[in-house]
């Protein structure tokens, strides 16, 4: 969230009770913090997120191609 032109890293969020208890226990396991496991949720979801429009991008380029091959050899 952006404060006054810089990125604040202090986001309050409500999480559920029985949600933050089943975070923290997993948490505990694995030998991190609530915050990591959400910080490390980000950054997959993020990370997914470009793969999937990466991805995308390439199938429409390759349609594009394909198609325009077909045009030209027409």
Same mark, same amino acid.
């Given at each position: 969230? /952006?404060? &006054? &032109?810089?990125? +604040? +890293? +202090? #986001?309050?969020?409500? !999480?559920?009770?029985? #949600?933050?208890?089943?975070?923290?226990? !997993?948490?505990? /396991? /694995?030998?991190? =913090?609530?915050?990591?496991?959400?910080?490390?949720?980000? /950054?997959?979801?993020?990370? +997914?997120? *470009?793969?999937? *429009?990466?991805? !995308?991008?390439?199938? #429409?380029? #390759?349609?594009?191609? $394909?198609?325009? =091959? =077909? =045009?030209? $050899?027409?």
């Amino acid at each position: 969230m /952006k404060v &006054g &032109g810089f990125l +604040n +890293n +202090n #986001l309050p969020v409500f !999480i559920d009770d029985d #949600l933050l208890r089943q975070a923290a226990q !997993i948490a505990l /396991k /694995k030998n991190t =913090t609530v915050a990591a496991l959400i910080q490390n949720f980000l /950054k997959e979801l993020i990370a +997914n997120e *470009k793969h999937q *429009k990466d991805q !995308i991008a390439a199938e #429409l380029e #390759l349609l594009f191609d $394909s198609s325009s =091959t =077909t =045009t030209l $050899s027409s």
